[in-house]
C-alpha cells in the first residue's frame, strides 16, 4: 500500500531565507507525486507535481522538488520564503492508477510559518 | 471557467439532521470525489465517481450518501449527521484519462460543517 509521510509537522522560517519541508513515501509503482498548498479558509492549490520525467520539478511561486528514488523523498524547497508563502502544504501520492479508483493519498500536512 | 465550486461554505448541524453538500464543475470532468479534512489526518477520501450514474466508495463512506445524475454536479448527502462527521469537505475533479495516468485533481473551497 502507499503511504505518505510529511517529517515535520510545523516549520517555521524568516522572511527571506531557504524553506526545506520534507516529505518521504512509499510506494510499490511508479509514483506521481504532488505538492498541494492551503491558504487559511482557502481551498487546495497544485503547486507542483511528479510524473516521471525529469527529476527536479519546478512549481508556482518559485517552489520546487527533488524526486530521489533511492531515499524515497521528495522534499519541497524555495530558496527564499516571503509572507505570502505561510500557510499549510500536503505532499500527495497518487494511488496504483490501474486501481482506477484515482485516490489521492495525502501526508498530514505541514504548516509552515514566516516570521517578518 | 468557474472551476469547481462548493456550497455552502460554512454550515451547521444539530445531530440527527441531514443535508446535501453540492459540487459542481465546469470542466466536462469525468472524474468527481469528495474528501474529508480532519487535523493531523490529511484529507480522506469519502465517496468517488468515474462518470454519470457510477460512484463508488472510498476510505470513509460510512454516514455518507453520493450519487452522480450528470456530469456536473456530484452531490454529498449526510443522513442523519453525527458529530464525528464534523470537518471541512473538499470536492475535487479530474479528467480520466489524467486520473489513469495518475494525474492532479482540482479542488474546491471546501465546506466547513460543524455538527453538535
Known amino acids: 500500500a502507499q503511504s505518505v509521510t510529511q517529517l515535520d509537522s510545523h516549520v517555521s522560517v524568516s522572511e527571506g531565507t531557504p524553506v526545506l519541508l520534507r516529505c518521504n513515501y512509499s510506494?510499490?509503482?511508479?509514483?506521481?507525486l504532488f505538492w498541494y498548498v492551503q491558504h487559511p479558509n482557502k481551498g487546495l492549490q497544485l503547486l507542483l507535481k511528479y510524473t516521471s520525467a525529469a527529476t527536479l520539478v519546478k512549481g508556482i511561486n518559485g517552489f520546487e522538488a527533488e524526486f530521489k528514488k533511492s531515499e524515497t523523498s521528495f522534499h519541497l524547497t524555495k530558496p527564499s520564503a516571503h509572507m505570502s508563502d505561510a500557510a499549510e502544504y500536503f505532499c500527495v501520492v497518487s494511488e496504483d492508477p490501474y486501481n482506477q479508483g484515482g485516490k489521492l493519498i495525502f501526508g498530514q500536512g505541514t504548516e509552515l510559518s514566516v516570521k517578518p | 471557467n468557474a472551476g469547481v465550486t462548493q456550497t455552502p461554505k460554512f454550515q451547521v448541524l444539530k445531530t440527527g439532521q441531514s443535508m446535501t453538500l453540492q459540487c459542481a464543475q465546469d470542466m466536462n470532468h469525468e472524474y468527481m470525489s469528495w474528501y474529508r479534512q480532519d487535523p493531523g489526518m490529511g484529507l480522506r477520501l469519502i465517496h468517488y465517481s468515474v462518470g454519470a450514474g457510477i460512484t463508488d466508495q472510498g476510505e470513509v463512506p460510512n454516514g455518507y450518501n453520493v450519487s452522480r445524475s450528470t456530469t456536473e454536479d456530484f452531490p454529498l448527502r449526510l443522513l442523519s449527521a453525527a458529530p464525528s462527521q464534523t470537518s471541512v469537505y473538499f470536492c475535487?475533479?479530474?479528467?480520466?484519462?489524467?486520473?489513469?495516468?495518475?494525474?492532479?485533481?482540482?479542488f474546491g473551497p471546501g465546506t466547513r460543517l460543524t455538527v453538535l
Open positions: 510506494s510499490s509503482y511508479s509514483p506521481s
Open positions: 475535487a475533479s479530474s479528467s480520466l484519462g489524467r486520473v489513469a495516468v495518475g494525474g492532479e485533481q482540482f
